[in-house]
């Protein structure tokens, strides 16, 4: 009996999950609610930060600046200015007014006769510039890049005013690379994008707008990236493990019908034909938010224009016929001979995978690092990693 009892109430924990999965990917449908779980804008960490107190979240006395930028659409968007590491030791002593710095930090010339570089870097969703796997991003910025960093906080994070939406982060995104470029009269190319998750999709954005307009920046770095929201859906795992989509795939039409529901989309992958920057991804094999794979996904798509097609026929049977399927293994071969060519890689031991794939017409570079560690908040920290941005942009 109680064998009985148990499966019953074994069934009625599985209804229950089930209805509240089912709840769970309704609300996702409603924009507010997807909006507030995509950006997680209000999570605002640290909690009740003081931004105007860079120092207490590690960075060195009056390095930093805070202040606000304006947006062409009046909103006001909280930034930090972290001097590069280079140009603070060689003031004579802590700067008693920094921001008026400013000017004189962004047009200074470095070693070699080179202008100092800037890192526009466009953080993920949840928690704010304080925030300390940020702050150890910049650290490394500054110090091994030997860069200026300008951090913003997006609209609806953090001191910023007004409310996200994919349209406003790269409004924003957009107001920030014109203070430097417009305001301070930073050259565009000693500005190198670096997006880390969510970023990644901004700076995706802001790079196809780029291309639109002729400007030319240093490149672009994601970081931790995703092809898109749809595809993050796709293959999200809640807690890590649940796989969020997968149990709709039972209703016919489910998954599309969310799909469609999707409004901030950041299709990464979309952009990927417009940019014309060189580019670097990289993504760590422990990334247990967001896979990999997504990396992979916007490695091929670089590549794909360069790599003969395969014609796989319209009705899937015919691919049993003997001289189909010998031309499709010729084709097959043809593409992976084809992306040999044009991709080396390379293993460096203990650190992980650099794949370059370097374009024949304009020789500009995309390239792909697989890191063996760093997670998904920290990779951009690793020493490693660093390094490969500074030889691929020259810093
Ligand atoms: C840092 O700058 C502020 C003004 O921006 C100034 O009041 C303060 O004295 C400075 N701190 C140091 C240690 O010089």
Redesign the pocket.
Known sequence: MAGIQFFFRGQKYLVAFGGLYLLLVALLAIPYIQSQALYLNNIRLPLFADFNNPEKYGLA??RTVNFQITTPDTETIGAWLVFSNSYYSSLP???????SLIPEALSRVGEGGKRIPVVLFFHGNAATRAFTARIRHYQAFTSRLGAHVLAIDYRGFADSSGSPSEKGLTTDARAAFDWLVKEHRVHPEDVLVVGHSLGTGVAGQLAAQFDEEGIKCRGFVLLSPFSSITEVLETYNMFGFIPLMKPLYLLPGAVGLVKRAVVHRFDTLKAVPDITASVLIAHALDDWDISHTHSDVLFQAFIEPHLPPVEVPTNPIEVAQPEVWAKLTEQREARQLAFEKVVTKRNIDKFGTIEQFVEPQTSREVTLVKTLAGGHDYLGIQEGLVDIIGRLFDM
Do not use: C, E, Q, V
């Open positions: 006395p009056n002593s802590i700067p008693t007014d920094p921001a």
